[in-house]
T-cell receptor, first 111, second 109 residues
Framework: DAGVIQSPRHEVTEMGQEVTLRCKPI?????LFWYRQTMMRGLELLIY????????DSGMPEDRFSAKMPNASFSTLKIQPSEPRDSAVYFC?????????FGQGTRLTVV | EDQVTQSPEALRLQEGESSSLNCSYT??????LFWYRQDPGKGPEFLFT???AGEEKEKERLKATLTKKESFLHITAPKPEDSATYLC??????????FGTGTRLQVTL
């Protein structure tokens, strides 16, 4: 089992640019989560999907953020336009029942 | 709204010095309480799930316990490799996992 796979691991971009983060969940898992981690706020849930359908996106900061899950094995989180305050580590996670397994994260830096 | 509070924020122990980390929670309809370990630059790694008050789980030097209001992660005779941030999280009827801000544990020789 390869675990949850995220790409890229690191991303540095200029303010105003579009950023796309990618995630491949564990095969067979039916729920997928996007989290953001910062020193100030810890781990925050942005959005989660169940069976590829977005269930709760109340954590998405604003309209600049969007997430898609076109099939059971792929999801994206897009930020357009990016801002310096979006700098954080973004984690994708997946689960079958209660236990959520995390990827290694994407460290995003917006300059 | 579900809430999780962890204490202390940071803990420094000498090798072999046992201690406990605390996780206090409020949740509507607890479905599970989770402990994770996070090393620098990595994603949280699952340790335990506890489902009901009175439940206990053990793994090597770690033991997690649960009451109706809090959970403890007991670390017995820790080693330097136990140094990490330990995260507590709960899920309730809202089916969302809410995390605490973690306890940074450093174990020195």
């Amino acid at each position: 089992d390869a675990g949850v796979i995220q790409s890229p691991r690191h991303e540095v971009t200029e303010m105003g640019q579009e950023v796309t983060l990618r995630c491949k969940p564990i095969s067979g898992h039916n729920s997928l989560f996007w989290y953001r981690q910062t020193m100030m706020r810890g781990l925050e849930l942005l959005i989660y999907f169940n069976n590829n359908v977005p269930i709760d996106d109340s954590g998405m900061p604003e309209d600049r953020f969007s997430a898609k899950m076109p099939n059971a094995s792929f999801s994206t989180l897009k930020i357009q336009p990016s801002e310096p305050r979006d700098s954080a580590v973004y984690f994708c996670a997946s689960s079958l029942q209660f236990t959520i397994h995390f990827g290694q994260g994407t460290r995003l830096t917006v300059v | 709204e579900d809430q999780v509070t962890q204490s202390p924020e940071a803990l420094r122990l000498q090798e072999g010095e046992s201690s406990s980390l605390n996780c206090s929670y409020t949740v509507s309809g607890l479905r599970g309480l989770f402990w994770y370990r996070q090393d620098p630059g990595k994603g949280p790694e699952f340790l335990f799930t506890l489902y009901s008050a009175g439940e206990e789980k053990e793994k090597e030097r770690l033991k997690a316990t649960l009451t109706k209001k809090e959970s403890f992660l007991h670390i017995t005779a820790p080693k330097p490799e136990d140094s990490a941030t330990y995260l507590c999280a709960v899920t309730g009827t809202a089916s969302k996992l809410t995390f605490g801000t973690g306890t940074r544990l450093q174990v020195t020789l």
